[in-house]
């Protein structure tokens, strides 16, 4: 009998014992599982931020999007230029190397001169410009010009609207006008039939000048005379057309 109890006692211990050892291996078990979760949500949410991160970095200011479009080098990188387009809201597309519409220096221009009511009230010289360019350029003010022989600069018409910094863009094969007022007061004339004439910019100053010949309406040379005269703004429509 006692060895019985003795036998009892131990394995009553040993089923204690081992009770305690299942309990403590399923705690650090549930406690290692716990810990693996809290390390994979922490580490979802670092790679959240990081997301968050990225995302802010590639598209928030748009700096790759802006170095593209003002360079040029990456045609295929549409949709960086789309998004930033989008960002800036401005809805306006910028061709990359695009330049301003330059003035026209005289070159690229080409000349003729009509002589009109010879020698009647009303006669002036109707001088037509034409961009002979392929690419468009701007006039202003008025033609800065000299007849025949003499030396003087015309003055600009008192009849005519002073618009000296108006620029009128010419495209290619477009026109404008201007007119040689001619003035016969006495007998004290001068009789030409060419003139020199440069444009001028918006300070006044003039380009080179070129030799200019008139003609009538049949396309015959034709001399003119004057005692005074003056000149009109450059003008998209043709003075005095009547």
């Known amino acids: 009998m006692r060895t019985s109890r003795i036998s009892t006692t131990v394995l009553a211990a040993t089923t204690a014992a081992l009770a305690l050892t299942l309990t403590a291996c399923g705690g650090s078990d549930s406690a290692?599982?716990?810990?693996?979760?809290?390390?994979r949500s922490g580490s979802t949410a670092d790679d959240s931020k990081a997301s968050d991160k990225t995302s802010e970095t590639g598209g928030g200011k748009g700096t790759g999007a802006q170095a593209i479009t003002a360079t040029g080098h990456d045609a295929s990188a549409s949709g960086s230029q789309a998004a930033h387009g989008s960002q800036a809201g401005s809805g306006k597309v910028i061709t990359?190397?695009?330049t301003e519409t330059r003035q026209?220096?005289?070159?690229?221009?080409?000349?003729s001169v009509l002589h009109r009511f010879p020698k009647q009230r009303g006669e002036h010289l109707l001088i037509?410009?034409?961009?002979?360019?392929?690419?468009?350029?701007?006039?202003?003010?008025?033609?800065?010009?000299i007849l025949g022989d003499?030396?003087?600069?015309?003055?600009?018409?008192p009849k005519?609207?002073?618009?000296?910094?108006?620029?009128i863009t010419l495209k290619p094969g477009g026109k404008v006008y201007s007119a040689v007022n001619l003035f016969t007061d006495s007998?004290?004339?001068?009789?030409?039939?060419?003139?020199?004439?440069?444009l001028r910019d918006q300070t006044g100053d003039t380009g080179p000048a070129t030799e200019q010949d008139t003609f009538d309406g049949e396309?015959?040379?034709?001399?003119?005379?004057?005692?005074?005269?003056?000149?009109?703004?450059?003008?998209?429509?043709k003075p005095y057309d009547f």
């Open 32 to 39: 290692a599982g716990a810990k693996a979760g809290t390390s």
């Open 96 to 98: 990359v190397g695009s």
């Open 104 to 111: 026209c220096h005289g070159d690229e221009i080409s000349y």
């Open 128 to 145: 037509t410009a034409r961009n002979a360019d392929s690419k468009p350029c701007w006039v202003t003010s008025h033609p800065s010009v």
């Open 150 to 157: 003499t030396s003087n600069v015309l003055h600009l018409s």
């Open 160 to 167: 005519d609207a002073p618009g000296g910094n108006t620029r």
């Open 187 to 198: 007998a004290a004339t001068h009789t030409s039939g060419t003139f020199s004439l440069a």
């Open 219 to 237: 396309g015959v040379p034709s001399k003119f005379s004057w005692t005074s005269a003056d000149v009109t703004n450059w003008n998209t429509t």
